[in-house]
């Protein structure tokens, strides 16, 4: 009988021991695959991006000439010289040998800058192409024509001129419509201060003042401008009507009662490839193709515009330009149209945001105080639309890496792996105590014989 408990007792022992085993790695496993916000929150661009920028940074604007991401998706680093080209293939770059350094094509821009403002063009660093490309419109008239190709002549070789179809205009005319006295624009995205939530879209929409509504005859307000700018920049941020609505998500919609989520925002790279959504042509794709644009629109000239293949049409304008779940821009202008193809602009939302003291809803500020917070991409399925695929899921649908799925499932580790910790605990302390208490009366059993 002896025997046959101590048997019983180290089988206990190690049933304990072995719950305890289990358990802390169930629990070890719930928590490495735990989305951890401080790496949520380091997460920006995509690494091409990031390694070609910091090769751009350390070698500086008289070695290189700008970056961008291949279709291979490898980064390329455009260099003057030999020693920088084999510095950054070292650090798995691509590099370009070029003859023009940035400091160059900087000068050249400026040079466009300080001369007479000329409607109908626009001019943007080509990396690929290591020149400054200056687009002139239909509008542009003979004498204004010949006079910047003199310009660009004087500048050097390195100045590109070019006519393009269409007109330069503004889009006014995120996808969902707002209207306006003077026409109708698409939302962009959703913002707050903390206090208030509001639309983010163009600023050539309508300045401070200008009312909006969901139909053209009014009935339906949606809100009231209440800060923007345009020209020099092209944001604005329309308050919704009642301050304190409430529903006000973080999803971009793209037609068919579907959407994306939006997580963060991040600066766009020259080589990505962004999806535009608006009320007019829906949901488009294309890729970006140049940074720091300055576009001369009738209505005065706007500088930091991000330049995209994206076709856009009267009506997008202030709708989203997104990837992988980031707000990248909101639609300014273009030329051309969805029907034989055109160059679409965005003011960046990195620099709107912080312009204006917002942030994304459903986002934090980031850690430097800006108004900006980057997030991992919303996984999502197909959607709809022209080159729709990859970034577009169903509205309110799961999230991605921090999404309502990937906490579920790690509260079904967590949780179970806790439990089976705490009944092993609670066996082996209850077994200690039985054992104790049974070595107590064996004691009182031999003492008492011993004394009797």
């Excluded at 008289?62 to 950054?88: I, K, L």
């Excluded at 009506?315 to 300014?332: C, H, I, N, R, W």
């Excluded at 399925?381 to 649908?397: I, L």
């Amino acid at each position: 009988m002896r025997h046959a408990r101590r048997v019983v007792r180290r089988t206990v022992r190690l049933a304990a021991v072995g719950g305890l085993l289990c358990g802390a790695l169930m629990v070890t496993t719930a928590v490495a695959s735990e989305p951890a916000p401080h790496r949520q929150q380091a997460e920006g661009p995509a690494p091409p991006a990031e390694l070609g920028a910091h090769l751009v940074a350390r070698l500086g604007d008289s070695r290189t000439a700008g970056t961008w991401v291949g279709a291979d998706g490898r980064p390329v680093v455009a260099v003057t010289d030999e020693d920088a080209a084999a510095e950054a293939e070292r650090a798995g770059a691509r590099a370009k040998v070029v003859s023009h350094s940035m400091r160059r094509l900087r000068t050249a821009v400026d040079a466009l800058r300080e001369a007479p403002r000329v409607p109908g063009t626009a001019w943007a660093m080509d990396y690929a192409a290591n020149r400054v490309v200056v687009q002139a419109d239909s509008t542009v008239a003979a004498d204004d024509w010949s006079r910047m190709a003199r310009l660009a002549e004087r500048i050097g070789g390195h100045v590109h001129m070019e006519r393009t179809t269409g007109t330069l205009t503004t889009r006014l005319n995120g996808a969902d419509p707002v209207f306006s006295r003077s026409g109708r624009c698409s939302a962009g995205f959703n913002v707050t201060d903390g206090r208030r939530d509001f639309i983010l879209t163009a600023g050539h929409c309508g300045p401070p003042g200008t009312d909006w509504s969901e139909d053209a005859r009014g009935t339906r307000p949606v809100g009231t401008t209440t800060a923007g700018r345009f020209p020099g920049a092209d944001f604005s941020l329309v308050a919704y009507e009642d301050p304190g609505v409430s529903g006000v998500s973080g999803v971009v919609s793209v037609g068919g009662g579907r959407g994306v989520r939006i997580t963060g925002a991040a600066d766009p790279y020259v080589g990505q490839e962004v999806f535009r959504s608006g009320a007019t042509t829906g949901v488009r794709s294309g890729r970006v193709t140049a940074v720091d644009v300055t576009v001369n629109y009738p209505e005065g000239t706007v500088t930091g515009l991000v330049q995209a293949t994206t076709c856009a049409e009267p009506g997008d304008s202030g709708g989203p330009l997104f990837a992988d779940g980031q707000a990248l821009g909101v639609t300014s202008g273009g030329t051309g149209d969805c029907a034989e193809g055109g160059v679409t602009f965005f003011q960046p939302v990195t620099a709107a945001l912080a312009a204006l003291g917002v942030t994304l809803t459903g986002t934090a500020p980031a850690p430097d105080g800006g108004g900006v917070a980057a997030a991992p991409p919303y996984g999502a399925g197909a959607g709809e639309g022209a080159g729709a695929q990859g970034p577009v899921g169903p509205v309110g649908g799961p999230g991605g890496a921090a999404g309502p799925g990937a906490f579920l499932g790690v509260r079904e580790t967590l949780v179970p792996g806790l439990l089976v910790i705490a009944v092993s605990l609670v066996v082996l302390v209850a077994g200690g105590f039985i054992r104790t208490a049974h070595d107590r009366r064996s004691y009182r059993r031999e003492y008492s014989r011993a004394w009797s």
